[in-house]
Each structure stands twice: as C-alpha cells, then as structure tokens.
C-alpha cells in the first residue's frame, strides 16, 4: 500500500495546487503506528501528511458535506466512501460535480484491538469504488462474503431471547450518537433527537431512550444504508448495530427486490419511499 | 500490611457482606464499576474501566425532585436520600485524581450539591496502583502519578503478587482495621512505574488565553465528529442538562449528563446557537479542560486517563492537542511578528 500512499500523495499535492480542488480528504497518522484519523488537507504543502495503509478504520465520507461550498473537494474513496458519494448525491446533499473522487481498491483494514480484518471490512461487499474520477492502484477480488451470519443467529432466537438481545444491546448504549454522526446516510439538518419543543426524544438515559433512539434511526436509514459500517465500528460501546441494518437490507430483498444495498448508484432506488401498484400489501 | 491478590476475593465478599462494594468488571462487552456480588469478576488487570467511576458520585441521570397535583393540592418532594456507605475496590490513581476534580466542583466555591456530597461522604476509595500503565496513559505529567494517590481512603500499591495495603485516611484506618483477617504482616517492595507518554501542560493553559481564533479549532473540527464520547468516557467532565418528565398530574426533574459536542447544548430560546459550529464546541471543550478549570480551581481537569483518546471514534488525541499548543507561539509574539 506504500506505492497507493505515494500516489495519493502526490495527486493530492497536484489537485490542490492547480486549485482544481479546495481541499483533500484522507486519513493522516496519529500518535501511534495503529492509529489513523480523518485528515482534511487544504495546502498542498500538507499533502505529506495523508496516509494510506491498513489502519486507516473510519469511512471519511461525511466530512464532504462540512467541507462542499468552500470549492470542489476531492476524496480519497474505497468502495464503501464511494457509496456514500453516492447516497449524498441521490439524497441530494452534494452534486456530483462539487466532488472530486480519487478512488482506491481496499484490501480490507486491521482492527487495532484484535490485529484481525475489521468486522465492517469482513463484511464488504464492494471493495472498488463505484464512482470515481480517478483510479489510484490496481483492483481488487471481490469476494463478496455473506454478511448476514449475525441475522441468522438474531432470528433463530426465541421471542425472550431476541427481547433479551435488544435489552443488553440497548442497555449499554450512551447516547453519544457516534453512530448518527458518522453515518452518511444521517444528514438531517436537525436530528429528531435535538427537537426539544417537540420533546421526541427524551434527555434521561436508560434503556428505553436508548432502544427508542436506535430504532428511530434504523428507520431513518432503512432503505439507504450503505452497509459501511461505521455506525458499528464508531461505536465506542461496542454495540452490534448492523444486525439491524443487515436485517432491513435482507428484509428489503425479499419484499421488494433485487436489492443489494444503497450506495450502488446515485440515484436510488430507495425502496420504502418507491411506490409501485404491484407492492406487496400483506399486512393490510 | 500486605494483601495477596489471590486472596482479594475473601477480602471482597466480607466488605459485600456489610456494604455496598464496586470493583472494576467487565460488562456485557464493555467495563465500568458494578456492583460485587454473585456472578461479578473483579478485574483488577483492567489498567482503566471503559467507563469511569463518575456515576457512582454524579449517577448519568438524577432526579432531583418530584411533584403531583390533586385537584387543588399540589405535593412538591426532593428526591434527595442519605447514602448507605459504600467502597470503590480497585480504582485507579487517574480516577481518584478525577474524584478530587469533582469535589472541586460539587463542594467549593459557595455552593455544596447535597445530592453529590452525600455519595462523596458516604464512599470508601480503595485505590490500586498501575505496574504497567498503557500507552495511553499520561497522568504523571499532567495530574497524577501510577503510584500515588494522596486523597485515596486506602491505597494498594501493587508489588507484583500483592499489594502493600496503606490506610491514608480515617476511613481508611477504620476499613483497614476490619481488613485485618485477610492481610499478612510482612514487607514487599511496591512496583513504582512512570508512564511513557509525557505532555508539557507547564505553559499551556495561559497560551490558550491567546488561542481563541487559533487555526487549531478548525483542524480538531474537521476530525472530530462531535458525538459526545470524550465527554461520556471522561472521568471529569461534570456538565449536566436539567429536564423534566412531565404526566398528567405527576411529574418530575431531573439532570442528566450533558455534552459541550452536542449542537443542543447551548441551543438557546429564540432558535440562536453562540456555538452553532463544530470548531466552536471543540474549542469549548479543550479551553474548559485545559485553561478554564485551572483558572477558577487551579489544577488541570484532564487527569491524563487516555479514555477519550481510546475510544474517540476519530481518533482525536488530547495528549497531541497539548503538544501542539505546547509547541505554539504566544499570541503577543504572533501579534507582534505581524506588526514587524
């Protein structure tokens, strides 16, 4: 990866002192070997400092929506980046001429913890970007390994069992909303959780706010989700948030598809606000 | 006096059978202090808990008092109690440097919060010292040390197989003293480890008087993603909302943890956000931990734990934060070389 890392650089540097792009976004390394952070480089002179190896564990999309406006920004995009450039786009966030995408075919990344591939890695189902303007390194195998293990094991669970899964899910949760800040399908400009007034969410922590918080958002996101992962992986509590998302995605398949996930195109389709007279209608 | 830590267990179950008792343990997945009892594994292993000790002095949601309407009657009660006395087993130097933090907060500068200080005087702090702190640890160049812990009730300093046992208060003395069935006389040489990681905090919180407009809030603002894990994970951030659950005709108000990275936290009435963007609440919260608290209490509030920089979703690091403002110029000499 240390030939891909020269290469970002350098297109980096370029993009940036053409002025063709205001800004790059990356990753750049932190204090220890195993830790990598979302770099927004805006000098060329700075380019030096992105970096590209198998620490880098955070899906960096969002930051294009602080960062449109101020000029065309580029972004160095893996498949799941490139899934949100595209979510953006079909939910109509950015155009797709504000972003510069400078793709790159992802092996998978490390979870520092565990020295193991990262679970939302191992999960992957699209490694080379969709979308991109340029391609820095060759393409990867994609090979596509079934994601919805953990689905399985949820809805094998008894009535209790599943109650008692949700529970301690939702029992260890603190509300940082990690989860809803890093996911690039969560761009609401006020989050429900924030409409004081209206007092949707309640302030106190317990389990039920939790649990209230968690299933709101997955509806919110149902039909878009990107499977990236982050959600899970931001999550500093641990709690195994793409169960659900897994689960809506397969859901989905069954009673609308083909359907493989948001991200794959700009524009959609996403399912739950489609309405075809052919839906399938069996709870009315 | 010395306590084997193979026989730590025995000790436990005789302070559980006469009071409350919290040990370091996992849970479900993650760690905090629970409560001992059936089924608890202490893991005094754990350098620190991923969340810390703060909710058994300041609980993440509180109420604080209660009312009910009948017709015409309307009953207003404070939810405060007394507190059973209870013992924090296994705490860190970092976590009982946060406790003092707190008791700054909660019972200084005029004001005593009742529901605080009756937890406060109700706990026993049974501290541990770190043989080996983790790469993240920076406590002795900031607010601590591994091996000391002068306002802990008992400190255990760790000697390999056990721990030397040193009562440092009254209530130290009295626990130590019902201790006496499970420790040994003898001596053993106590394990006095530094961290690796150092900060320079020596200039740095009257640099930040001159840092407000510093490039530096805009970068950490373009990194963070403003969830509020460093103020949850962070063993002294105090700051607290007030709400309310309001029923027909019952209701009650409570506070609960609040975060400076939250938009809604200074959302005010009439729609306006002094803190709209995200470099203005990060700025916030490195000026509060870094600059403001020294100024009104004189310590520093970071106790150089390492939790925000472990589990910051990304990766924002305060120890290179403190570096970076450690290797800036003074705003005069700034002001100054741009009049030149």
């Known amino acids: 990866m240390a030939d891909v890392q020269d290469t970002i650089r350098e297109r980096a540097a370029a993009l940036l002192s053409s002025g063709e792009v205001s800004a790059v976004i990356g990753w750049g390394a932190g204090r220890f070997d195993d830790v990598r952070f979302p770099l927004v480089v805006k000098r060329a002179e700075d380019a030096g400092k992105l970096v590209f190896d198998a620490s880098c564990v955070q899906m960096t999309a969002k930051r294009l929506l602080e960062h449109t406006g101020e000029g065309k920004v580029a972004l160095v995009a893996r498949g799941c980046e490139s899934r949100a450039v595209n979510r953006f786009i079909a939910d109509h966030q950015l155009t797709r001429d504000q972003v510069y995408v400078i793709g790159v075919p992802c092996p998978g990344m490390v979870d520092p913890a565990t020295g193991e591939t990262l679970k939302r890695c191992a999960e992957c189902q699209v490694r080379n970007p969709v979308v991109h303007d340029e391609l820095v390194g060759d393409p990867v195998p994609e090979p596509k390994p079934y994601r919805f293990a953990e689905v399985d094991r949820v809805e094998a669970m008894s009535r209790e069992e599943r109650r008692a899964f949700f529970d301690e899910m939702y029992g260890k949760c603190i509300r940082c909303y990690a989860c809803r800040n890093a996911c690039p399908c969560c761009t609401c400009r006020e989050c429900f959780v924030e409409q004081d007034k209206v007092g949707w969410q309640g302030k106190a922590f317990n389990v039920n706010e939790a649990r209230y918080y968690g299933m709101i958002r997955a509806f919110h996101t149902g039909d878009r989700c990107i499977e990236c992962g982050e959600c899970e992986r931001a999550c500093p509590m641990g709690l195994p948030l793409m169960v659900i998302m897994h689960q809506q995605v397969r859901d989905i398949d069954k009673l609308f598809g083909p359907y493989e996930g948001g991200g794959l195109t700009d524009s959609g389709p996403d399912p739950l606000r489609t309405y075809k007279t052919d839906d399938i209608e069996e709870f009315m | ?340």
């Not at chain 2, 300041?58 to 109690?81: H, K, N």
């Not at chain 2, 943890?257 to 916030?284: I, L």
């Open chain 2, 1 to 340: 006096m010395l306590l084997k830590k193979a026989k730590a267990g025995a000790l436990l179950d005789a302070i559980a059978a006469k009071e409350r008792l919290f040990v370091p343990a996992d849970d479900r997945g993650t760690s905090r202090f629970v409560a001992y009892g059936a089924g608890v594994e202490p893991r005094f292993d754990l350098l620190n808990t991923k969340l810390p000790p703060k909710d058994l002095l300041f609980p993440a949601t509180e109420t604080l008092y209660r009312w009910s309407r009948d017709g015409a009657d309307l009953a207003i009660d404070s939810a405060f109690a007394e507190t059973d006395p209870f013992t924090v087993f296994g705490l860190r130097p970092c976590d009982m440097a946060s406790v003092d933090r707190l008791d700054a907060v909660f019972l200084t500068k005029g004001y005593v919060d009742e529901f605080y200080q009756a937890k406060r005087e109700a706990a026993t702090f049974v501290v541990a010292t770190c043989a080996h702190p983790g790469r993240a640890c920076f406590c002795d160049s900031i607010a601590a040390s591994p091996h000391e812990a002068p306002t802990a009730d008992v400190l255990l300093e760790d000697a390999g197989e056990e721990w030397v046992v040193t009562p440092q208060t009254e209530k130290g003395a009295s626990a130590v003293e019902a201790w006496k069935p499970y420790l040994e006389e003898g001596d053993a040489e106590p394990i006095k480890a530094a961290c690796d990681l150092k900060v320079d905090m020596a200039a740095v919180p009257e640099k930040l008087k001159g840092m407000f407009d510093d490039p530096i809030w805009s970068d950490i603002g373009d990194q963070c993603l403003t969830c509020g894990t460093c103020t949850f994970v962070c063993p002294t951030c105090y700051c607290f909302n007030i709400d309310q659950d309001v029923r027909e005709d019952e209701g009650k108000r409570f506070r609960c943890w609040d975060s400076c990275m939250f938009t809604d936290y200074t959302a005010m009435a009439g729609g306006h956000n002094p803190r709209a963007s995200k470099e203005s609440r990060v700025r916030q919260r490195f000026m509060h931990k870094l600059t403001y608290f020294n100024d009104r209490y004189d310590m520093n509030l970071c106790v150089g734990c390492g939790r925000c920089m472990r589990d910051c979703p990304a990766a924002v690091d305060i120890s290179l934060i403190i570096d970076r403002i450690a290797a800036s110029e003074p705003a005069q000499e700034k002001e100054a070389m741009a009049h030149a």
